[in-house]
């Protein structure tokens, strides 16, 4: 059994290559469809053709509105076959289109232990806030920002002389390990969602 996955990338795309990586290490049970960007700059996109994976980009300023954005992207990830999606580093809140279209099948990676600092620049927020300790949450996708049922987190200490670029490759280095053990649950169907609460069900 293998999923068909899509990701969704923005920029630099070190999530996507820790997905590529277990996934070419055999850790992961997917497919990778393909690799979808809403920048035609994103160095992600460089890895995924690098690992000949298929790319494609989608301009969200060539739509009239998030709607009509969030419907290409339907018809492009349906294309593809796509039955799981993951956003690494996708900066745009998706339209409840795409939601719709993948219930409970899309999954996000935030650098903060959600629901605490939410939105853009998490590290400088949970810096600013002065918490002792921080991380990351990997969580379904719903129709908000941050906000769905969280499947995995991974705390990291928040140190004195940390600057937001110590904490964030702190931070990044746990969602490294994190994302894609997150992928292998949702792919090999052990998530459960029962109201906010994800219950990760037993390997079979
Ligand atoms: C990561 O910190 C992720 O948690 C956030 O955006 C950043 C993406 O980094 N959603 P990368 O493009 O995967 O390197």
Known sequence: MTANLA???SGRGTNLQAIIDAWEAGELPVNIVGVLSDNPGAKALERASAHGLRTAVLVAASYPDRRAYGEAVVGLLESWGT????????????????????????????????PAFPGLHAQRQAL???????????????????????????????????TEETLAARILKEEHRLYPEAIRLLATGRLKVEGRRVIILPER
């Open 7 to 9: 990701v969704l990338v």
């Open 128 to 162: 600013e806030y002065g918490v002792r300790v921080s991380g990351c949450t990997v969580h379904l996708v719903d129709e908000g920002m941050d906000t769905g049922p969280i499947v995995l987190q991974a705390a990291v200490p928040v140190l004195p002389e940390d």
């Open 83 to 114: 039955e799981i999606v993951a956003l690494a580093g996708f900066m745009r809140l998706l339209d409840p289109v795409v939601i719709r279209a993948f219930p409970g099948r899309i999954l996000n990676i935030h650098p903060s232990l959600l």
